[in-house]
Nanobody, 116 residues
Framework: VRLVESGGGLVPAGGSLRLSCAAS???????????WGWYSQAPGKQRELIAK???????TYADSVKGRFTIYRDNSRKMVYLQMNSLKAEDTAVYYCNTLEDPLEWGPGTQVTVAS
């Protein structure tokens, strides 16, 4: 399984982006039972989990993004999404997705840059 993130870009503060994560070559029986997360890694900082979604679609968010970001999934397409609204300069980071247990090899991530 290969993870490929996309959807990043340069946006002004207050703007929105939707990030996508494709678990390529995954089969539904592998993808669907797993909990998935979106992680951010800001320059000079460690990668941190900011949103997660369980196999039952329960969601949890870091305080820094709560109320602004929404994680959701499409099992039939083996995709995980992150809707990002009301973006702030401090959201600037590279964003990655991965399973929460037994993480896969990390994908390239997608760069989000928020201009203040």
């Amino acid at each position: 399984v290969r993870l490929v993130e996309s959807g990043g870009g340069l946006v002004p503060a207050g703007g929105s982006l939707r990030l996508s994560c494709a678990a390529s070559r995954a089969i539904t029986s592998f993808f669907a039972p797993k909990d998935w997360g979106w992680y951010s890694q800001a320059p000079g900082k460690q990668r941190e989990l900011i949103a997660k979604i369980t196999s039952d679609r329960a969601t949890t968010y870091a305080d820094s993004v709560k109320g602004r970001f929404t994680i959701y999934r499409d099992n039939s397409r083996k995709m995980v999404y992150l809707q990002m609204n009301s973006l702030k300069a401090e959201d600037t980071a590279v964003y990655y997705c991965n399973t929460l247990e037994d993480p896969l090899e990390w994908g390239p991530g997608t760069q989000v840059t928020v201009a203040s």
